[in-house]
């Protein structure tokens, strides 16, 4: 038998893997409120919350981080712009038609290659290869047309009774 006045004799508590629970000591500050209060604070956090805790540090990190490098691209920006304005004041005459003939170039070559593409899926549409997209303009084709048919059957009836009514 265990003998009671030799804390040493009694059975040792250790927690169990993955248990929220704190292991009770025999000492007496047990009792004190703040001691209370602390045990039940700690006994509440789950393993869930130290992950997401984790999630959120690394998001505000990140975020920091990420804020940081846009400042310093910003403000590299803004000093290579003053740095190099004199540059392209006395060069504008050079920058400002060169700029007119590459936009108006891209342009241009833009509406060329699209028109190309519309062309070249129009072709293969009416020759019947199925081209991409086609499933989609033969069902929005049969649902106008159904439209359609029901509409003329609709207006069709409504003014050939309006007809009946107003002949003698």
Not at 89 to 105: D, E
């Amino acid at each position: 038998m265990a003998d009671r006045t030799n804390p040493s004799s009694h059975t040792q508590h250790r927690p169990i893997y993955n248990s929220t629970t704190v292991p009770r000591s025999n000492n007496t500050t047990t009792n004190h409120p703040l001691s209370s209060l602390l045990r039940q604070l700690l006994q509440s956090q789950s393993p869930n919350h130290s992950g997401q805790l984790f999630g959120f540090l690394a998001f505000f990190i990140s975020g920091g981080i990420l804020l940081l490098l846009t400042g310093i691209t910003v403000t590299a920006s803004v000093l290579g712009f003053i740095a190099f304005l004199p540059l392209i004041i006395i060069t504008s005459p050079i920058w400002i038609p060169l700029f007119l003939v590459v936009t108006g170039f891209l342009s241009v070559a833009g509406s060329l290659f699209a028109t190309g593409a519309v062309v070249l899926w129009l072709y293969r549409y009416f020759k019947g290869m199925h081209p991409l997209g086609s499933d989609q303009v033969d069902y929005a084709r049969s649902r106008i047309h159904d439209t359609a048919a029901h509409v003329k059957d609709y207006a069709g009836g409504y003014f050939h009774g309006t007809l009946k009514d107003a002949a003698p």
